[in-house]
Each structure stands twice: as structure tokens, then as C-alpha cells.
Nanobody
Framework: ISQLVESGGGSVQAGGSLRLSCVASSDAYDKYCVGWFRQAPGKKREVVAV???????NYADPVKGRFTISRDNVKSTLYLEMTSLKPEDTGMYYCAAVIGGAGYNCWLGGASGMDYWGKGTQVTVSS
């Protein structure tokens, strides 16, 4: 991967929805474990959701039932559908990727285990 570019962020009211996209410049996107991370001001970067190369998906507890991660390997694109947004979802959202063999799940490594990062897209949820 030479580049990851996020889009789709914005400002919404609580209860609203947003759909983030992340396009990767890669010919082997299906070989990567990919995920969404977020960082609020003054806080550590945290994992939001991960989709590994074998189709397994993991979500952080605060977003379970509200966010949906999906990937399109043909388009080399990762998505994050966010619904029922809350003010605590506010932050910079980053997509990230790491190449891994069959069975490798990058959920376990968290942010420090990812090798490639986009520049982020801002999500702001007002109450």
C-alpha cells in the first residue's frame, strides 16, 4: 500500500449517521488486515473496528450495534457505516492496514500493530 485516503467525515447531531470510506492504493488489498481507528483530543488512538483478510470482523464495545465495517477488495476500499452517533464518537477517524498471512487477525495488535495509515477524517457529533 502506498496510500490510504479517508473521506466522509463531517458534523452531525446526536442520533445522526455518517459513512466513512477509505481508498487504498494497492494491487493486493485482499492480503491486508484493515481497520478503523479514532482519536479524540487528549486521548490515545483507539481501535473502532477491524476486518481481517479472512472476513472476520471485530468491533470495540462502545460501537457494537451502531457501526458496521465492510470492505470491497475489488475497489480496494474500506467502509465504516456509523449510525446512532453520540457526542463521545467525536474524533479524528483513521483507516489503517497491515499485511498478514492467512488466519492473522490484526485486532489483537491494536494501533501499534498497523503499518499503514491514512491522514484521517474528522467526525464531530453535537448534542
Amino acid at each position: 500500500i502506498s496510500q490510504l485516503v479517508e473521506s466522509g467525515g463531517g458534523s452531525v447531531q446526536a442520533g445522526g449517521s455518517l459513512r466513512l470510506s477509505c481508498v487504498a492504493s494497492s494491487d493486493a488489498y485482499d492480503k491486508y488486515c484493515v481497520g478503523w481507528f479514532r482519536q479524540a483530543p487528549g486521548k490515545k488512538r483507539e481501535v473502532v473496528a477491524v476486518a481481517d483478510r479472512d472476513g472476520r470482523i471485530n468491533y470495540a464495545d462502545p460501537v457494537k450495534g451502531r457501526f458496521t465495517i465492510s470492505r470491497d477488495n475489488v475497489k480496494s476500499t474500506l467502509y465504516l457505516e456509523m449510525t446512532s452517533l453520540k457526542p463521545e464518537d467525536t474524533g479524528m477517524y483513521y483507516c489503517a492496514a497491515v499485511i498478514g498471512g492467512a488466519g492473522y487477525n490484526c485486532w489483537l495488535g491494536g494501533a501499534s500493530g498497523m503499518d499503514y495509515w491514512g491522514k484521517g477524517t474528522q467526525v464531530t457529533v453535537s448534542s
